[in-house]
T-cell receptor, first 113, second 110 residues
């Protein structure tokens, strides 16, 4: 009964490859997010979706394409992976009109070789 | 850009001592939240304080908010080894996102 789940937990791939990370939440929240945490632990918002609609895109390269098939899912597809994409990616969800307390997934550690 | 800045960057204390960390931010906020991140894990929400509140308690946690100084503090009393983690403040400016600080790494020594 995990609240926010992500797969895979680890992803090791070569430069230039395309990869996807999946996220699901069973909390009934209306808003989902993708964050990137770098090696210095800075956590930066990438995308936010409210009821399947993109509402925040924080100047992320268009190699990153989020997709929200329904309110409970927000997937992240990354094309032409680069070394600088290596980081931990966190999915989160919240109910914005209830204080916006966010629930985070366990993270996906992406390593690009 | 980072909205919140935590201070100190790292803190090492003895079990049983109190740990205090501070957060400063730049713009008007709807609320401020504190999160904990254990090594290799996702962030866990600890406490939320609204802009019209000055102090809030939750168990061994005490949070203060001074909107005139745009700052907040998190106090953990009677620390335990299990409190070893990174602590992040995050500000909600009512714009569908949280802006996180760089975090304070707390080490509690047995």
């Amino acid at each position: 009964d995990t609240a926010v789940s992500q797969t895979p937990k680890y992803l090791v791939t070569q430069m230039g490859n395309d990869k996807s990370i999946k996220c699901e939440q069973n909390l009934g929240h209306d808003t989902m997010y993708w964050y990137k945490q770098d090696s210095k632990k800075f956590l930066k918002i990438m995308f936010s979706y409210n009821n399947k609609e993109l509402i925040i895109n924080e100047t992320v390269p268009n190699r990153f394409s989020p997709k929200s098939p329904d309110k409970a899912h927000l997937n992240l597809h990354i094309n032409s992976l680069e070394l600088g994409d290596s980081a931990v990616y966190f999915c989160a969800s919240s109910q914005v009109d209830s204080g916006n307390e966010q629930f985070f997934g366990p993270g996906t550690r992406l390593t690009v070789l | 850009s980072q909205q919140g800045e935590e201070d100190p960057q790292a803190l090492s204390i003895q079990e049983g001592e109190n740990a205090t960390m501070n957060c400063s931010y730049k713009t008007s906020i709807n609320n401020l939240q504190w999160y904990r991140q254990n090594s290799g894990r996702g962030l866990v929400h600890l406490i939320l304080i609204r802009s019209n509140e000055r102090e809030k308690h939750s168990g061994r946690l005490r949070v203060t908010l001074d909107t005139s100084k745009k700052s907040s503090s998190l106090l953990i009393t009677a620390s335990r080894a299990a409190d070893t983690a990174s602590y992040f403040c995050a500000t909600d400016a009512n714009d569908y996102k949280l802006s996180f600080g760089a975090g304070t790494t707390v080490t509690v020594r047995a």
